[in-house]
Structures are given as C-alpha cells and as structure tokens.
C-alpha cells in the first residue's frame, strides 16, 4: 500500500518561507511523478506544482510561480515544496500526491496544513 506523510506545514507571516515535505512508501518512488495540491476553507482542491519521476520536468500554476519551487530527492522517496514571499491567499491545507504522470494522481497523503497571517 502506497502511503504520503506530509510534514513542515505551519504557521509563518506573510512574506516568509516555508518548506513542506512528502515522505513516501510501499513503491518504487522514483518510477513515479509527485504533484503538490492546496484545498483552502470553503474551496475546491487546487493544483499547486508537479514534478516528473526524474525531476526534469516541473510544472506551476500560475499563482505560485516564481515563488513556490518543488523538487525531489530520489535516494529519500521525497518531494519538497518550497515556499517564499508566502500570501495570506497561499493559507490552505497541502496535500502530496504520486501517478504515473504529472497529469494523473492516484495516491494521497493526509495534508499540512500551511497558515500565512497578514
């Protein structure tokens, strides 16, 4: 059974960083693209950043590009989701995922939660 522990969520003023982390299990973790989702109170689940199985190619929304950077590290079965120059807009639960490709997900984990005061 495949499992996704998020870790690093937390509370930081607007302007700060943040990096929340994706540990990975029960597959081979480099076979696989990892993706990072936000849901905020009262909103739909929302694309945040994916990464392709050998980090060569990423992919943002456009609402935190150039300001959020996922990456991987392989020898770890972890992805990484870089935050700076946080809005509060940016406050929401973060989920990782893992799929075949940077377009489909089948595997979640059980979210961070990530707070950014004005």
């Known amino acids: 059974q495949v499992q996704l522990v998020e870790s690093g969520g937390g509370l930081v003023q607007a302007g700060g960083s943040l990096r929340v982390s994706c540990a990975a299990s029960g597959r081979t973790f480099r076979g696989y693209a990892m993706g990072w989702f936000r849901q905020a109170p009262g909103k739909e689940r929302e694309f945040v950043a994916s990464?392709?199985?050998?980090?060569?190619?990423?992919y943002y929304a456009d609402s935190v590009k150039g300001r959020f950077t996922i990456s991987r590290d392989n020898a770890k079965n972890t992805v990484y989701l870089q935050m700076n120059s946080l809005k509060p807009e940016d406050t929401a639960v973060y989920y990782c995922?893992?799929?075949?490709?940077?377009?489909?997900?089948?595997?979640w984990g059980q979210g961070a939660q990530v707070t950014v005061s004005s």
């Open positions: 995922a893992s799929g075949p490709n940077s377009a489909k997900f089948d595997f």
């Open positions: 990464i392709s199985w050998n980090g060569g190619n990423t």
